[in-house]
């Protein structure tokens, strides 16, 4: 498909109004059954239409089902290292456009420039690291406890996989899903978050180009309940990936499960970032500002807490609210801006929320706690980058997911009483340590209950090829990234060949 049946301003050639992007569906970019759509704008600057998107509902949702139910009968046929040339192909045509994709990430979700950059690679990471996969996709093959008898386990695809994402990374967290699904043979029903369509559109067109078959990847854009859940009722959808709060994950699951569907759920976080007495300060500081205020504090690995002993407590809070006052805010494409607005209005107003519950709980506001909204940024939602100390670890605010720039720092009496704190809480998905006592380091490698531990850098980082998600509240077992995303799009399958020519009975026909 031609990327320029993408829009209709493009058709019309009228530059001064917004994009209409239309759902795609079998390989053709189709408007909704409901004729409504929605605007995308910019969070730096409402003003800043990005684009007109698709307000999809049930009949827009099983016409893509329908189109990847059919699509399936052809593309699980594709040998797995044919998908996998497609998806190169794709991680060397993303990697070509990275910085334009970047630029559209940064008008629709305000992260800094930076960072779409880092969102836009790890999709090439992905497509790359997925693209090895295709050659490899091993299932083991063992000796039958009978004669004359061969046994080996095969990965198939599931088939028809539906993919609900989150805003706060765009185009990497569609590729998470979207590249480990195709070289395993299925094909995909995605639809986007609403604040963030446009990096979606991104990437499935750089799929198509690179020569994804029509009906394999299908797009429906729109809100959750209305263009989400009736992908977890319908009959034909065998998989549902989501990722985004743990209230919405909960609805997702109990839907899913009432169908047998495949489901992995990516959810919440509250991370800790434990620093000792003997750390590297200056790099618990770099660490602890990166983790807490990158993305906006938008990361569900986000630093929100940072417990520190008491040795070092004040020498700490004092530097990091020096440096936090420091970070310029502003709008993400000047690449001076260390820090990108709230992705919307809602998010800005839970922040705030939460400013005030920490307060009206007793803890001490350091620094930050307003909105920003003079000069350039009054058409944003910007707010100052948030410190709380003094933080008792049952406040709310060190409690619940806040998803914006406010960190809450706890004072800690030692190393274990640390780890009693930051395994303290509902959540389980990243963790960290500053320390330079290697047996600490190992010890916490070890008692941290939580899906990933850093050592001596900050909660957030990870690494496409490693297995990423967390226990308890944050999700349900499964792990994106690495070959756990293959073991999630794949169903086992034993395959017994008896070459004995009798009949042959497991467990039953034992040597006398
Ligand atoms: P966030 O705070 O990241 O927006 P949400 O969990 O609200 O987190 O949303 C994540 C994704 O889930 C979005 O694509 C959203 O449209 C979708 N979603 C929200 N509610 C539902 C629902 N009831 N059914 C299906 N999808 C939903």
């Known amino acids: 498909m031609a990327t320029d049946t993408l829009t209709r301003s493009t058709i019309e050639g009228d530059a001064s109004r917004p994009n209409v992007y239309r759902n795609f569906i079998d390989g053709e970019w189709v408007e909704s059954a409901s004729g409504e759509t929605f605007e995308n704008r910019n969070p730096a600057d409402t003003r800043d239409v990005v684009g007109i998107f698709q307000k999809s509902v049930k009949a827009d949702v099983d016409a893509a089902v329908d189109a990847a139910k059919r699509a399936f009968v052809k593309w699980r046929l594709v040998p797995a290292p044919r998908r996998a040339e497609i998806i190169y192909l794709a991680a060397e045509m993303l990697a070509e456009r990275k910085e334009e994709f970047a ?5 629709e979700m305000g ?3 930076k960072e779409t950059r880092g969102d836009v690679q790890e999709a090439v990471d992905t497509a790359y690291y997925m693209a090895g996969e295709g050659r490899r996709l091993f299932g083991p093959t063992t000796p039958s406890e009978l004669p004359n008898k061969f046994a080996m386990a095969v990965r198939t695809p599931v ?5 609900i994402t989150p805003w706060n990374f765009p185009m990497a967290i569609p590729s998470w899903k979207l590249l480990p699904a195709l070289v395993c043979g299925n094909t995909c029903v ?3 978050a609403q604040d963030t369509p446009l990096s979606t559109y991104n990437l499935v067109r750089v799929l198509t180009d690179a020569g994804v078959p029509k009906g394999v990847v299908n797009i429906v854009s729109g809100f959750g309940p209305q263009a989400g859940a009736p992908m977890l009722e319908h009959p034909d959808v065998r998989a549902i990936s989501f990722t985004g709060s743990s209230t919405v994950g909960r609805t997702i699951g109990t839907a899913a499960a009432k169908s ?3 489901c992995s759920l990516e959810l919440g976080g509250k991370n800790p970032m434990i620093v000792l007495n003997d750390a590297n300060l200056e790099l618990a500081l770099e660490g602890a500002l990166w983790g807490a205020f990158g993305t906006t504090g938008q990361r569900c690995t986000a630093t929100s807490r940072i417990i520190v002993e008491k040795g070092v407590y004040h020498h700490f809070v004092d530097r990091l609210v020096e440096r936090a006052r420091k970070l310029r805010v502003g709008n993400g494409l000047d690449e001076t801006t260390d820090m990108g607005p709230a992705v919307n209005e809602r998010q800005l107003k839970t922040d705030l929320d939460y400013i005030e519950i920490g307060r009206s709980e007793g803890a001490r506001l350091m620094c930050g706690g307003h909105r920003l909204d003079k000069g350039d ?3 944003g939602y910007f707010l100052e980058p948030t410190v709380f ?3 008792d670890p049952k406040m709310r605010i060190a409690q619940e997911e806040i998803f914006g720039p406010v960190v809450s720092v706890i004072p800690c009496e030692n190393f274990e009483d640390a780890i009693v704190i930051a395994n303290n809480i509902e ?5 960290a340590i500053y320390t330079r006592d290697v047996n600490k380091a190992f010890a916490a490698m070890r008692d941290l209950y939580a899906g990933i531990t850093y050592i001596n850098a900050p909660t957030i980082g990870a690494e496409v090829h490693l297995p990423f998600g967390g226990v308890k509240a944050t999700g349900n077992g499964h792990r994106e990234g690495g070959i756990g995303a293959i073991d999630f799009y794949s169903e086992w399958k034993s395959v017994y060949v008896d070459y004995s020519d009798r009949l042959q009975r497991a467990q039953i026909d034992r040597p006398e």
């Not at 630029?103 to 008008?107: A, I, K, V």
């Open 159 to 163: 088939g028809v996989c539906g993919m």
């Open 427 to 431: 959540y389980g998905l990243s963790s």
């Open 260 to 262: 047998f569907k495949h």
């Open 103 to 107: 630029r559209d990430m940064t008008r």
């Open 377 to 379: 940024l009054h058409h």
């Open 190 to 192: 995605i639809k986007p």
């Open 111 to 113: 992260k800094v420039l």
């Open 389 to 391: 100390s003094d933080v």
